[in-house]
Nanobody
Framework: HVQLVESGGDLVQPGGSLRLSCVASRSIHDIRSGYCMGWFRQAPGKEREGVAAISSGGLATTYDASMKGRFTISQDNAKTTLYLQMDSPKPDDTAMYYC?????????????????WGQGTQVTVS
């Protein structure tokens, strides 16, 4: 079982910056077929949506055109910590941000395709 713990959520001003972190338990390396880790977000009254994802092979992708160039996903060398660098956030980026992992190398933008979830970290842009 993989455990994910997010941190770094905070109140940030528009145009500022924020970095979210997600620490995965070492059992993620037991997924020998490879895995995908991603960031999702959910604002009140809205569905959960994909933000960015990266496979254990290192391919990084972003989901929404409005986020590309502002958000950057990365991993540490040990591939146990996932980051989301948020630059120039907007009030519309206010949401609970979740880290997720999928037991498949190929990434997906559907939350239903992910097997493990963190508890979330709140980001408020105001």
């Amino acid at each position: 079982h993989v455990q994910l713990v997010e941190s770094g959520g905070d109140l940030v001003q528009p145009g500022g910056s924020l970095r979210l972190s997600c620490v995965a338990s070492r059992s993620i390396h037991d997924i020998r077929s490879g895995y995908c880790m991603g960031w999702f977000r959910q604002a009140p009254g809205k569905e959960r949506e994909g933000v960015a994802a990266i496979s254990s092979g290192g391919l990084a992708t972003t989901y929404d055109a409005s986020m590309k160039g502002r958000f950057t996903i990365s991993q540490d060398n040990a591939k146990t910590t996932l980051y989301l660098q948020m630059d120039s956030p907007k009030p519309d980026d206010t949401a609970m941000y979740y880290c997720a992992a999928r037991r498949v190398l190929a990434c997906s933008w559907s939350p239903a395709d992910f097997d493990y979830w963190g508890q979330g970290t709140q980001v408020t842009v105001s």
